[in-house]
């Protein structure tokens, strides 16, 4: 009864607010004290309590109402972290503000008219961060900075959110403004050594400011776009700024709570299900924190104060510290590849979107780190989730973003040669994905997903072609010996992307095929002693590379090749022999009817993305200059295949209606692609055909020689053949590195907070707001 009664208490409060017509003074204690004061709600009851429509109401027709409450929560919360929350009343009032405006503020910035509210100076706030009536006007404080710095103090409150040193202390107060938050790291870690015992009422009072502070720096998700890309996030600017004190404690017990969490515990079986897990909901929500504060644009015109956030992320460089990170990244998103002999045995944690932003965030700010990464085989810890991730997400449109991310990330790591030199190292894990049974490297498992992917995943894909091929172009030059099951898949991709039908659907297709050249020509020149697999699937392919290198280009032949192929449906559809699947696996699975998703902004083109640079004799890159212009054809040496294109919104459109069109309508467009065929005079081949033309004439006589176990005499033969002095002089290898540019900056705002909404749904702390950055959409 005595919670029954609570909540009818509090939603009384909440009516009188709403029928109040006259304004309510800021004086009236008893009236304010009704929301916090006198009873204990908990999240989920005060978004039940305060409906999004008598906020608004309040909002447009009693806003001196609202105003004050905003101002009063705000005041309530700097009473109690000035004197140290010393009572179980105090603590609790906290948390009762802390809910209250996590529900409020999001009411609050869909208002262009509110949204400087909090922006703004209230008579009586001192330059402190307290409120004082007795404050000098010039020192005034706005109310955001007051409401941040007090949420910072109290997450380092003694007996609330840390564990107390000094016990029995008659003085909170005076231990609260000269606390060394410092000292009060919440876990060990990067530079933190020791951990404090667990405490899980610490944990649920964290979890609950922090989900303030990502509600506070929200107000980003009702900025649309298009309109003022620039503005930095004054929230977060200020919360990183040097005037938040604990900057450096938070930062650090943020990145510790997340990278030391261990989700298995113990390994004892369906633990999860007896006990509850607040470090779970901890870790979530600090790891949504630290990836919003860390959204910082490299090179942005835009200046304001220094984001300590990302400064402190950049400096870390101890072999221990990294090390650390590292771990903590690989144990968390290998977490639901945990195989068990009892089904559903082990936790699994489903942040591993906002993890895979963070190891972003990390190799973008901090080399040291992604070199870290890069001098060991533990980077193979981060490519097989990551792998496992793109193939089950393939054929769900809800998880689109994800795909991005995790191609993103692996073009990031490509454009390093010790990625493609680790990718030679054998894989010997069985994580259960629905991809073909093979013996090989994790060069050839990359491959083999690569290929599901472009082969077999939904057609909102189709822009991540260019990028994915990018990355086998990047690695090729360092792949010592790739599997026949891998072999096999790079010539069907070439086979189906050279089609004249495939090749004519969209003026840029021709690129797909100019990479996988380079991607055989690479291997040829640089690899030729251990591929013997590659060599033997070309010349069993060579028919495809000869129908290439005498494509018809005369309107006659063209128009007679699009009516033999006017029924096909484009590359999904085309068929490829996969044989078993791996034991245990489940095919990749659409997402359900009636899931939610957010809309991404769309990604740059692969050149706009990339910049090219030229590998030296002593292995070192040589960035190559930009194209002048667009429409300048790519240099012959680079053999490169790089789009002049438009953005992948206007390429998708292409990729994907083409094919749907009707057959008149290709020859309408005929006129329009033909300066497309242009490109046939460039196609690579010289190398393969070289290659054909003196290998061919002795597996055929090998042929005619032998009548039983052919493939293995000619794969034994071409394994201790070689072509020294017969092939064309090396072309210089070519990487094509991630750049950071203003496109994939705004795509990484809209889907980092996509996944932030739709993450946040107990409580639902922006559902059914006017959110502006992206729409939600159901499948």
């Not at 504060?293 to 402190?312: C, I, K, M, Q, R």
Request: aromatic share 10%; proline share 6%; charged share 20%.
């Amino acid at each position: 009864m005595g919670n029954a009664d609570t909540k009818l208490h509090f939603r009384k409060a909440v009516i009188q607010l709403t029928t109040k017509i006259q304004p309510v003074e800021a004086t009236d204690n008893v009236f304010w004290d009704q929301f916090w004061a006198e009873c204990s709600i908990a999240v989920q009851d005060v978004f039940a309590l305060v409906p999004a429509a008598e906020i608004r109401a309040v909002r447009e027709e009693s806003p001196s109402n609202l105003a004050t409450l905003c101002y009063k929560a705000v005041e309530r919360l700097v009473q109690c972290a000035d004197s140290g929350c010393p009572s179980e009343k105090e603590r609790q009032i906290v948390l009762n503000c802390t809910r209250l405006l996590t529900r409020i503020l999001p009411y609050i910035f869909e208002d262009a008219d509110w949204r400087g509210f909090f922006w703004s100076t209230i008579p009586g706030t001192k330059k402190s961060g307290s409120l004082d009536e007795d404050a000098d006007e010039n020192e005034a404080r706005p109310l955001a900075e007051s409401l941040l710095l007090t949420v910072a103090d109290l997450l380092f409150c003694p007996d609330f959110t840390v564990q107390s040193h000094k016990k029995n202390n008659p003085d909170a107060s005076e231990e609260m403004r000269s606390i060394d938050s410092c000292e009060y790291i919440w876990e060990a870690g990067v530079g933190f050594a020791q951990s404090p015992p667990p405490n899980y009422i610490h944990d649920r009072n964290r979890t609950e400011l922090l989900k303030l502070l990502l509600t506070c720096f929200s107000e980003a998700m009702y900025l649309s776009p298009s309109s003022e890309t620039q503005v930095l996030n004054p929230w977060v600017s200020f919360f990183c700024s040097a005037e938040n004190r604990h900057a450096l404690p938070l930062f650090t017990s943020l990145l510790n709570v997340v990278c030391s969490y261990d989700p298995v515990g113990y390994g004892i079986p369906y633990n999860h299900l007896l006990f509850s897990d607040y470090r779970e909901q901890l870790v979530e929500q600090a790891l949504q924190v630290l990836i919003v504060t860390l959204e910082h644009e490299t090179g942005s015109a835009v200046t304001g104060p220094d984001n300590l956030f990302v400064n402190y992320l950049s400096r870390i460089h101890r072999e221990e510290d990294l090390s650390f990170v590292l771990r903590g990244f690989a144990q968390l998103l290998n977490n639901p590849l945990i195989q068990t002999y009892l089904p559903r045995s082990t936790k699994k944690i489903h942040f591993h979107q906002e993890l895979l932003i963070l190891f972003w965030k990390f190799c973008d700010f901090n080399k040291k780190f992604l070199f870290f990464v890069l001098k060991s085989s533990d980077v193979l810890e981060m490519l097989v989730p990551i792998l496992f991730y793109l193939n089950d997400a393939r054929a769900d449109q809800s998880r689109v973003g994800l795909m991005h991310i995790g191609v993103f990330i692996l073009l990031l790591l490509s454009g390093e040669r010790n990625f493609g030199v680790r990718l030679n190292k054998p894989y010997t894990l069985r994580v259960p994905m629905d991809i073909p049974v093979f013996t090989g490297t994790h060069a050839d498992l990359l491959i083999v997903i690569f290929h599901k992917i472009i082969t077999c995943g939904h057609q909102r894909l189709h822009p991540l072609f260019d990028c994915l091929l990018t990355i086998i172009v990047n690695i090729s030059p360092y792949l010592k010996s790739l599997s026949m099951v891998a072999a096999n898949k790079l010539l069907h991709l070439l086979e189906a992307f050279s089609t004249p039908w495939y090749l004519l659907s969209a003026p840029q297709n021709h690129n797909l095929v100019f990479f996988l050249l380079e991607v055989f020509n690479n291997i040829i020149q640089y690899q030729f002693d251990g591929n013997f697999n590659l060599v033997y699937a070309i010349i069993r392919k060579r028919n495809v590379f000869h129908q290439l290198a005498n494509l018809p280009t005369d309107e006659a032949s063209i128009q007679k090749t699009l009516q033999k192929k006017k029924n096909k449906s484009g590359i999904s559809r085309l068929n490829s022999t996969d044989g078993e699947s791996m034991e245990g696996s489940r095919p990749a699975a659409p997402a359900e009817p009636g899931t939610l998703k957010a809309t991404l902004e769309a990604t740059p083109g692969i050149d706009k993305i990339t910049e090219k640079s030229q590998v030296s004799e002593d292995g070192t890159m040589i960035a190559l200059p930009r194209s002048s212009s667009p429409a300048t054809p790519p240099h012959r040496g680079a053999i490169n295949g790089a789009s002049d294109t438009e953005s992948n919104s206007e390429r998708d459109s292409e990729v994907l209606q083409m094919p749907r069109c009707s057959h008149s309508v290709y020859f309408s467009a005929f006129s329009q692609f033909h300066p497309m065929l242009s490109w046939k005079s460039r196609l690579p081949l010289q190398t393969i055909m070289r290659l054909l033309q003196v290998l061919v004439p002795q597996v055929e006589k090998i042929c005619i020689d032998n009548l039983t176990d052919l493939q293995e005499i000619i794969l034994k033969f071409l394994q201790h053949g070689t072509l020294v002095g017969l092939l064309p002089v090396p072309h210089p290898i070519l990487i094509r590195k991630y750049q950071a540019n203003s496109g994939t900056a705004m795509w990484f705002r809209t889907y980092m907070w996509g996944v932030i909404y739709l993450r946040n749904v107990d409580p639902p702390i922006w559902y059914d707001t006017d959110i502006r950055l992206f729409e939600i959409h159901r499948i």
